[in-house]
């Protein structure tokens, strides 16, 4: 079977999609991109951006503000305003929030890296390992009496390590008795 080639990322003509499935998703898709770039346009630059988009649903218009919509209304009523302290404290508070929230998110995959290689690690040292007399049958091939015998012998296990941390915590150190 052919594999379908991909014409990889291609420019399209600008112009009216006729299809209107097709004019949903790309004005869902392009609409997210759209507020992407005005978003980076804040950060970089530091301006003030009011994007009012209605969508050809006919849903209520979607909408994209930084930093607030009063203030790009009051910037756009009198051009020649200066952006307000509260405004730029606002912002300012904002960016700090982000860092920090961008720092625990760093923090966050770190983690969940670390927890995946030590899952990774283990899961390797399990399938290597020797596997112990009681692992050799799974338990739910054990017959009623091979079961009454493994939890016979995992109570005498536990008694006996209760009995030997017992002595260690005195400090004792004593051999075991333990025999399986």
Known sequence: MAQRQSRGRQRIPIQKIENQDSRYATFSK????????????????????GIITFS????????????TMESVIDRYENPNMQPDDGAVTTDSQTKGRIAELNHRLDESRAKKEAQLERAEILEENDRTRQKEWWEEIPVEQMNQEQVKELKTWFEYFLSNSSIRMDQLRNGASASSTFQP
Request: aromatic fraction near 12%; hydrophobic fraction near 30%; proline fraction near 12%.
């Open 30 to 49: 392009r609409r997210v991109g759209l507020y992407k770039k005005a978003s980076e346009l804040c950060t970089l630059c530091g301006v003030d951006i």
């Open 56 to 67: 050809p649903t006919g849903t209520p218009p979607y909408s994209f503000f930084s930093p």
